[in-house]
């Protein structure tokens, strides 16, 4: 394996992938991006041509995705639209990217017979109660509640269905709740940091009870990288770090590291359909593969509001546009 194609590698993830790779491989990189709202080209910038070069283009477009197939040993796809709220006032374009933007490479990888690792969420499985000792695993029934996992549930089932019927050399991973570096300030966790930032308060849906299971970008990342190199073709592996936390949690711990009361926060209009909690169980990608995460959520917490205090001239110029979508909500 030589080359490298990246969906979505000006996003969040993926930008941070492109760095993993970049660190830790001597892989070449192609990324192939859109930037819509949610790419930076930016986060990818200042590599030499060699080791990364960028392609501006669109994953539903089968003429540009065939040749940056046909050009790689390997495809590692996290293009998509990724935002649940969003998917709550506009899904189309969630079928487009996500639906459509997959099927349209697992056709070429499977024309080209090239190596193709989907990146996907815990969210396919659905919620958790939040008493419940439960965990998700490979073994979980899909049960997706928005338009944003059903539209990843959906785009999971077609590279499922492209290794039985056309032989297509996939793996699948499924990991729980990011946090780190790059991510866009729609999200939770950098939404709150800059509304602390900025002298707001943080915004909790509903009674902030919801629980995610945070994961740091960069343990993902290598979970993905370690699947990609060493994981069974076909096979689907959960990714996570045992980092359970309820919203509420989130968010006091946010507001005393940036030294305000603990309560200085503002209960909003909850989210339609939210789902309660997730947790992943990842025995077999530890087992199987050996991998386990690096960062524990506190130090992971602390370096991210670094991160955003010192990056302010990248999400300043976003900020009141993503507050004023959700004022329009009440949230
Ligand atoms: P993001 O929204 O930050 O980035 C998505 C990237 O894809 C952007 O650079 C965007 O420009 C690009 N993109 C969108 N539509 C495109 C199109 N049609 N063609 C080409 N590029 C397009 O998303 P993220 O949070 O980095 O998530 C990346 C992947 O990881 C997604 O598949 C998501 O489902 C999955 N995932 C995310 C999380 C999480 O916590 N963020 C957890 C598990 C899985
Ligand atoms: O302002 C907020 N207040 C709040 O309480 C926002 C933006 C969110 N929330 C809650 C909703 C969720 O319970 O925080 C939790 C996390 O919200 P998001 O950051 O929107 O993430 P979530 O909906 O859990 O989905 C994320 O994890 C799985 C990613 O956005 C998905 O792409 C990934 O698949």
């Not at 487009?96 to 990888?109: K, M, P, R």
């Not at 269905?161 to 300030?185: D, E, K, M």
Request: negative net charge.
């Amino acid at each position: 394996m030589q080359r490298v194609l990246v969906t979505g590698g000006a996003g969040f993830i993926g930008a941070n992938f492109v760095n993993h790779l970049v660190a830790h491989t001597d892989l070449q990189v192609t990324v192939l991006d859109a930037l819509t709202y949610a790419g930076h080209r930016e986060a990818v910038d200042g590599f030499p041509s060699d080791r990364v070069a960028f392609v501006h283009g669109d994953i539903t477009d089968a003429e540009v995705v065939d040749r940056v197939v046909g050009e790689s040993d390997a495809v590692v796809h996290f293009a998509a639209e990724s935002h649940n709220d969003n998917s709550l006032h506009d899904p189309r374009p969630f079928l487009d990217t996500n639906v459509i933007g997959t099927y349209t490479l697992i056709e070429a990888a499977r024309r080209h017979g090239t190596r193709f690792h989907h990146v996907s969420t815990d969210e396919v499985y659905g919620d958790l109660e939040l008493d419940d000792p439960a965990r998700f695993t490979e073994q979980t029934p899909y049960n997706p509640s928005s338009p944003y996992s059903s539209t990843k549930a959906a785009s999971d089932l077609l590279v499922r269905a492209w290794v039985r019927s056309f032989g297509l050399q996939a793996t699948l991973s499924n990991c729980s709740n990011n946090y780190g570096p790059w991510q866009h300030i729609e999200k939770f966790i950098p939404r709150q940091i800059t509304n602390l930032l900025d002298g707001r308060r943080p915004r909790l849906y509903g009674e902030g009870k919801n629980v995610r299971d945070w994961i740091h970008v960069d343990d993902h990342n290598s979970a993905v990288l370690a699947v990609l190199q060493r994981g069974r073709i076909g096979e689907t592996y959960l990714i996570g770090a045992d980092g359970e936390r309820s919203n509420k949690q989130v968010v006091e711990q946010l507001l005393t590291t940036m030294g305000r009361p603990s309560e200085d926060y503002d209960l909003v209009a909850d989210r339609p359909g939210h789902d309660l909690r997730y947790a992943i169980d990842a025995t077999k990608l530890s087992t199987e593969l050996g991998w386990t995460p690096r960062y524990d959520f506190d130090s992971g917490l602390a370096a991210t509001v670094e991160w955003y205090r010192q990056h302010e001239d990248w999400w300043r110029p976003v900020k009141e546009a993503t507050e004023a979508r959700y004022a329009k909500s009440g949230q």
